[in-house]
């Protein structure tokens, strides 16, 4: 039973030896990820800030609205 | 042999007795330290920092998030001509080549030197690529702006403690602090014998807690249209500052929150701590006649007077204690009614109101409406100027306080009050959170409060009414949106300087809401010192409708007349 229980621990160090070295691989892939996450979300919120797009509006030739329409009542229907 | 038998157990007992006092020395009395000792051979103890958390507005943008940033450091012993590398690191870090050079041959000996505190991920990767001995960076998280400056005052800003440690300033970031810090936790690393990482035993105690996110009432839209044209505003009428906020009148939300000048949370340090301050809860003023419609309130909720009582000292000039009360314009109504008090901003007439109100009753209604108390909002640095005490209340303070004179409030105090009109009654608590969300995913809403109701709904439906008229029939009709039911009245409060007001200098103001028959939004504008008008109806009330109509056309409010109607 010993014998049996030592083996059977040779082998699982012996196959899990080398994880550790995965670990710290995926571990900075995974850090690597999350760091080019937060860049990404700079990126979006910088561009989607209205300061933004009211600047790239204004490029595009967007002119602020000065006056509104209300239409309040039905409209009149041509008839010819 | 019994003595030698006795002898060799006697012995056996006392080494046993020996290595039992030994194992407890070690195991009980040393355990601690061994452990210790154990974890720094096979493991590594490492600080797990939180990351704060973000504030976001109702849209659920993150107008405060955190960026990532780099410490650019150099070991100097690894640095063999020390000119070219000044020279090829000067214009990325932008800093003077001879400067590098210094700092290079001043630290020869050392292993490590800081050459830029913080520069952005694109320069890093930029530096990186040179591939230069000894340079290194350490990654840091910095407050982030996406929308710049826009509501510096209501955020507030990070800086540092006693400890060197992230700490939140004024505004949500100084009242919020602990919530967006979260809790610093600890982790150990067992690693084997050639320093790599075991996975079974990785990360034994954990106890970081990330900060939690604030989602606000703050309507990012409406927050940067306030702010520009409170600025614009504030150019226009030649004014030293103002503020204005909106409110949701029916929950006590902060839609917008805005006051200039301001300051770049980003560079916080640049500026003058007194612009730290968000003067829309920490600076008092003198209401003036925006206060008119709360007293006149008091004393229809006790049924001493209907909107068409009329005054009959309203004629001229009315003397109280040797001091004389006159209106704004020095022009008099005789027996106006108290809708036409309200409407003409009539002094006089608020001296009649405050007569049939009288002292107790006067100071019991702004107890009521939170006058000289705070209001609970969820922003750092609020404070509440308290009321005289009743012995120390005249004659003459009586009749002034009555149109807003000699008394003060904060502006947040003000909306408050007015949120009671807006609202059936109920005055609600102000509040710039919305809800809390935890780094588990949990959301906590804050329901809002109702803070307590100081006049009847019917009362509030009377004041809405006199205040719609005001707005229709005043000195500032032709700036209102056409069509639209506003209810709201102008302040103009001159400036108390050594005993005597300064009779050019004043704080302008216009408190109101619509539409009148469904509030949506309570707004206050505040305008400190304008030198092209010293009169509310000239500045600070245009200044408000302006803002109604872009609140309105936001909202999708159509207009309940159309201007042909109006007109009549």
Not at chain 1, 7 to 13: D, F, G, P, S, T
Not at chain 2, 116 to 123: E, Y
Not at chain 2, 129 to 134: R, T
Not at chain 2, 344 to 359: A, E, I, K, Q
Request: net charge negative; charged share 25%; glycine share 8%.
């Amino acid at each position: 039973m010993i014998f049996t229980l030592a083996l059977a621990r040779v082998a699982i160090v012996n196959s899990i030896s080398t994880t550790g070295e995965e670990l710290v691989t995926i571990q900075t892939e995974l850090e690597e990820y999350k760091r080019k996450n937060e860049i990404l979300k700079e990126k979006y919120l910088q561009e989607s800030s209205l300061i933004h797009l009211e600047e790239k509006a204004e490029k595009f030739g967007f002119v602020e609205a000065k006056s509104q329409i209300n239409l309040s009542a039905p409209l009149p229907l041509a008839r010819n | 042999m019994t003595w030698r038998y006795r002898f060799a157990l006697g012995l056996f007992f006392l080494l046993f007795f020996f290595v039992v006092c030994r194992l407890f020395y070690w195991q009980v009395v040393r355990a601690q330290e061994l452990v210790s000792l154990g974890k720094a051979q096979y493991g590594k103890e490492v600080s797990l920092t939180t990351e704060r958390g973000e504030i976001k507005t109702a849209d659920d943008f993150s107008i405060v998030a955190n960026k990532l940033a780099y410490l650019v450091y150099v070991n100097p012993r690894l640095v063999k001509e020390r000119d070219t590398y000044a020279e090829r690191l000067s214009p990325l870090l932008e800093i003077e080549e001879a400067t590098i050079s210094a700092v290079l041959s001043e630290n020869k000996e050392k292993y490590w030197v800081a050459l830029k505190q913080t520069v952005d991920n694109k320069t890093k990767e930029r530096i990186a690529n040179l591939n230069l001995p000894g340079v290194g960076f350490e990654e840091k998280r910095l407050r982030f702006y996406p929308e710049g400056s826009l509501s510096a005052k209501l955020l507030g800003f990070v800086g540092k403690d006693d400890y060197g440690e992230d700490k939140g300033y004024f505004g949500l970031e100084g009242y919020y602090d602990k919530q967006l810090r979260g809790k610093a936790g600890t982790a150990t690393i067992i690693h084997d014998a050639s320093g790599q990482p075991i996975l079974a035993k990785m990360n034994e105690s954990v106890h970081k807690i990330d900060g939690r996110n604030l989602v606000l009432h703050i309507d990012r839209t409406l927050q940067y249209m306030l702010d520009r044209e409170l600025k614009k505003g504030i150019e226009t009428y030649g004014a030293v500052g103002g503020m204005a906020a909106i409110m949701n009148p029916k929950t006590g939300g902060i839609l917008a929150m805005s006051s200039f000048p301001s300051y770049d949370p980003r560079s916080y340090h640049e500026y003058s701590d007194k612009l730290y301050r968000n003067p829309f809860i920490t600076d008092t003023y003198e209401p003036g006649s925006t206060l008119k419609p709360l007293v006149m309130g008091s004393a229809i909720n006790l049924d001493l007077l209907t909107p068409d009582t009329q005054c009959d000292i309203c004629a001229g000039p009315v003397s109280v204690s040797g001091y004389e009360v006159k209106t704004w314009n020095d022009k008099y109504t005789a027996n106006s009614t108290m809708t036409e008090v309200i409407q003409h901003s009539d002094n006089t007439g608020m001296v009649f109101v405050g007569r049939l109100l009288g002292l107790d009753r006067l100071l019991g209604y702004f107890n009521k409406f939170g006058i000289g108390e705070m209001t609970g909002i969820d922003l750092q640095g609020e404070i509440a100027p308290d009321l005289r005490p009743r012995d120390d209340w005249y004659a003459i303070d009586l009749a002034t306080a009555t149109f807003g004179q000699g008394i003060t409030v904060t502006p947040i105090e003000l909306l408050t009050a007015f949120s009671a009109i807006a609202n059936g009654g109920n005055r609600m608590e102000p509040h710039v959170v919305a809800s809390v969300e935890t780094s588990e995913g949990d959301i906590i809403n804050i329901p809002p409060k109702v803070l307590n109701k100081p006049v009847s709904a019917q009362t509030a439906r009377i004041i809405t009414e006199m205040m719609v008229n005001a707005v229709d029939k005043g000195e500032s009709k032709w700036a209102k949106p056409k069509g639209y039911r506003i209810a709201g009245k102008t302040g103009t409060a001159q400036i108390p300087v050594a005993g005597h007001y300064d009779p050019n200098k004043t704080i302008t103001s216009f408190v109101g809401f619509g539409p009148a028959d469904d509030p949506q939004f309570l707004m206050l504008v505040v305008i400190d010192r304008p030198s092209s008008s010293i009169y509310g109806s000239e500045t600070a009330a245009p200044l408000f409708f302006n803002v109604a109509k872009h609140v309105l056309a936001y909202y999708g409010i159509p207009p309940t007349k159309s201007e042909s109607e109006e007109e009549e």
